[in-house]
Nanobody, 116 residues
Framework: QVQVVESGGGLVQAGGSLRLSCAASGSTFSINGIGWYRQAPGKQRELVASITSGGSTNYADSVKGRFTISRDNAKNTVYLQMNSLKPEDTAVYYC??????????WGQGTQVTVSS
């Protein structure tokens, strides 16, 4: 059974940094890619950054140059380093693991709050 657990959220002042972690357990050998999404109150969930099994990355325009996604295959963990945080980055951040079968597994989310 697959489990996806996010951690690392919290409260930070504008301009500060946070690093989120997404740990996947279970059948991790057939993971195609992992993505970070976020959902602010009253808004739709949006893709923030993603990384494929081959290491290719993709970022939303709003976070390019500020956020970096990386993975540690030995630990089955993906990280999202968030620098120069802005109040508009405030949201619940979710990790999604996609398998080659097309199945997706979501974590429970972690709150990120950026104060001005």
């Amino acid at each position: 059974q697959v489990q996806v657990v996010e951690s690392g959220g919290g409260l930070v002042q504008a301009g500060g940094s946070l690093r989120l972690s997404c740990a996947a357990s279970g059948s991790t050998f057939s993971i195609n890619g992992i993505g970070w999404y976020r959902q602010a109150p009253g808004k739709q969930r949006e893709l923030v950054a993603s990384i494929t099994s081959g290491g290719s990355t993709n970022y939303a325009d709003s976070v390019k140059g500020r956020f970096t996604i990386s993975r540690d295959n030995a630990k089955n963990t993906v990280y999202l380093q968030m620098n120069s945080l802005k109040p508009e980055d405030t949201a619940v951040y979710y990790c999604k693991v996609r398998y080659y079968t097309g199945l997706d597994y979501w974590g429970q989310g972690t709150q990120v709050t950026v104060s001005s």
